[in-house]
């Protein structure tokens, strides 16, 4: 890596790069060969981004269009639209929450209860 020990020795490598920037931009061959070559990508750029835009909007289009001819009485959209289901679900929801309440209870171990009365037989290690 070049490190350099001053303010004016940047500014002389600045200014030499900068020149043969300058001398390769001025040359008359290269610039002609460079902005032909930079019409073409640009043309296939245009080209490519149209392509996407047009399929892109087909796709739209098309989906619009399927939509509207869908039939409003379709029987599954009709489902859907009404809240019917959902009340159906809640009260499915509260008898299923009702039944399990009622098969629900605990069973209490008789021996693991705590009695502060008895002593807790201890395992004496030999």
């Known amino acids: 890596m070049l490190v350099l020990s001053n303010d004016t020795a940047l500014n002389s490598?600045?200014?030499k790069l900068l020149q043969d920037y300058m001398q390769q931009t001025n040359s008359s061959a290269p610039s002609q060969v460079?902005?032909?070559s930079s019409n073409l990508e640009i043309i296939y750029v245009l080209l490519m981004v149209?392509?996407?835009g047009f399929f892109t909007v087909g796709v739209m289009l098309t989906n619009i269009r399927a939509r509207r001819l869908e039939e409003s009485r379709d029987p599954y959209n009709t489902y859907i639209a009404t809240d019917i289901w959902h009340k159906k679900d809640r009260q499915y929801f509260q008898a299923k929450l009702i039944e399990n309440y009622k098969l629900c209870c605990v069973?209490?171990?008789q021996l693991a209860v705590e009695k502060?009365?008895?002593?807790?037989?201890e395992v004496k290690s030999p």
């Open 34 to 36: 460079k902005s032909a």
């Open 116 to 121: 502060p009365s008895m002593q807790i037989p």
């Open 50 to 52: 149209g392509l996407f």
């Open 107 to 109: 069973f209490e171990n």
């Open 13 to 15: 490598l600045l200014s």
